[in-house]
């Protein structure tokens, strides 16, 4: 089968060429020009307009849209004046699922089929596949099943569910058609805003057992009525290897996981993590993850407080800190303590 691909950066290249390898083609268009040209390498028909992108394609066509949410709606809309009924459009990035619905209708009145695909995998996704939520018409997405076949991880990825027998389903080879337009986009925010809380409750327990040498800290401390002391510092006087503890807890440990993993491999780049400056960005979906628990009237706690934990890390919180820190001055008397 044939595939088009606007927008060839961390994982339009990865879809590139798994498919590729696969036995497929490939037409793709990036604004980078030689992104696109190092892709010809690999077999790719390379495309330097979306003009000519879409007269590359074969009938009927199918167009993957890769690019950043904020320029999605104006490459559909593009694609969308060049292409003829029956052809596919994809959203293949973090779109609002709200969007997808109103795409698919309007795009529907043209004849042409709009999917919307959640897609997890990052930049390990070329070795490792992309596992995929599917929004959208059936007859779309089974005409494209071996393509997603290609791009998704595949059977042998996760040991089989025990409960489970007989054919494997599409959701065991990774890819799942998960109703119509804005679902694959709506179960991706889920995931997204899951993802948020898993990497959260990660550095909140490694930063607690990064802490846990405070007793010899403040053992000579002289005590403050500013600072609150540690009732039992002798509690608190161990030297932990966080490098080791997050390689001990990837073999056996019920929290093993692929976000543990990469944790791992990155305090083991850099111990205290001195690279980083811990400003932590969100792109939309665990707002809207919230949003949707809100409108639905189900708690969600968690994904809450790690959405939160994003604005903090990067300074938002600056203003109603330093509110805290002006009353409780005018309140008690209390100077903040510099460190």
């Given amino acids: 089968m044939q595939l088009g691909i606007v927008g060839l950066g961390r994982m339009g290249v990865g879809i590139v060429r798994r498919i590729v390898k696969d036995g497929h083609t490939a037409v793709g268009f990036d604004l980078n020009t030689s992104a696109t040209e190092a892709l010809q390498e690999d077999g790719m028909v390379a495309a330097y307009s979306l003009k000519e992108f879409v007269a590359a394609l074969e009938k009927p066509r199918t167009a993957w849209v890769m690019v950043p949410a904020g320029a999605t709606g104006a490459v559909i809309d593009e694609l969308a004046t060049e292409m003829d009924p029956g052809d596919i459009i994809i959203d293949g990035g973090n779109g609002h699922y709200h969007q997808d619905i109103s795409r698919a209708s309007q795009l529907d009145a043209q004849g042409i089929h709009y999917l919307d ?86 550095a909140e327990g490694l930063n607690i057992i990064y802490r846990a040498n405070i007793g010899l800290e403040q053992a000579d401390t002289t005590y403050s009525a500013e600072v609150t002391p540690i009732e039992n510092p002798e509690h608190y006087r161990y030297e932990f290897d966080n490098t080791q503890i997050s390689e001990l807890w990837r073999r056996g440990s019920v929290i093993t996981s692929w976000l543990l993993d990469l944790a791992a491999s990155e305090l083991h780049t850099s111990p205290t993590l001195d690279d980083f400056a811990g400003r932590v960005s969100d792109s939309g979906e665990g707002r809207w993850a919230l949003a949707a628990a809100i409108d639905e009237g189900v708690p969600a706690p968690v994904l809450a407080s790690a959405l939160f934990s994003r604005f903090s890390s990067r300074g938002e919180s600056e203003f109603a800190d330093k509110v805290l820190s002006a009353m409780r001055r005018a309140m008690g008397g209390h100077d903040e303590i510099i460190q």
């Fill in 117 to 202: 695909i959640g897609t997890s995998g990052g930049v390990f996704g070329e070795k490792r596949g992309y596992c995929l939520m599917i929004g959208g018409d059936t007859e779309p997405v089974a005409r494209l099943t071996p393509l997603f076949e290609s791009i998704a991880p595949g059977f042998s990825a996760a040991q089989r569910s025990p409960s489970l027998h007989g054919t494997p389903s599409t959701a065991e080879n990774g890819y799942l058609h998960c109703g119509p337009a804005g679902a694959g986009h709506f179960v991706k925010m889920i995931h997204n805003g899951i993802e948020y809380g898993a990497m959260a409750a990660f």
